[in-house]
């Protein structure tokens, strides 16, 4: 039986609190979440709340069918709430799925595929670790703003043996760009990309992604950064006599964004970070830190479910093929 859309039939969650957007509590998630018609029901405000758009011919008018899916009224295409989603062809409940980015949300550092396995129960590492890497997926929102206003960027080199060799070698680490912008003199939001080397292109790609034209972008003395001004930025060198990768007192603000990634990547994941995962992991951090503000847990919840809904899925193979893989732009979402 289907029966028209309008937005006000996909009602807010409903509890003791009156109406809410998102659970607060792990018992207020299982209460709220019991089952997959209520988690779909949840998916379907997330998706559609904002209006209806079939993806076969521009309608904007759907009938609502059983499992929450929608069914175009003009040329009658059908849209699971999943379809598309990092939900779609789960075996596993919906229900699993929310109690797991319940869990993982609420973890103020993050959760290892070994935490998702014990907490969740599950039967198979392989399927808490290619779960984690889907949510970590889900944490990037294309089409995220850009910093803007005063940013601090400089390069930090993750794993690998520690180098004696000073200066900008890379040797067998990786390369991460991190984005610093600042609000007077506190952190403000950040992003971090990988980047294949200290070259103009990479860097400077870097910033056109990461930062909005206009800003003005801090830098050390690195040639490489030469071209900003040409590209549209502000730019503010900071220089020192024989500016050592150590100056942390260069750019304070990014090279702590730099030692706490650092911090995490080897206290949440025990170090266990491979370079061809890094992206990932470089993700979860971004989104974790751009939301540390956040006063509720609930609305990490919320945000990375309304990131989720809008993601095409990525299954186990392709996750484990991605090694060295083009990347596409990243960072904070
Ligand atoms: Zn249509």
Redesign the pocket.
Known sequence: MLKPLSLTQVPPLSTSRGMVDYPQTARELDALFADDEACRTYLARLRWGNGFL?P????DRAWVGARAVRE?Q????QISVTAGTVFQDTKLPLAVWFRAIGWVTSQKYGASALDVQRVLGLGSYRTAWSWLHTLRRAMVRAGRDALHGTVEVDETLIGGEESGGGGRHIGKKALVAVAVELNGRRLGRVRLRRVPDHSGPALIGFVQDAVTAGSTVVTDGWHSYESLPGQGYQHERRVIRRSSKNASGLLPHVHLVASLLKRWLTGTLQGAVSREHLDYYLDEFTFRFNRRTSRSRGLLFYRLLQNAVSVAPAPYATLVRQTGRGRRPQGGP
């Open positions: 079939c076969a011919c521009g309608n175009c003009r040329c009658g295409h």
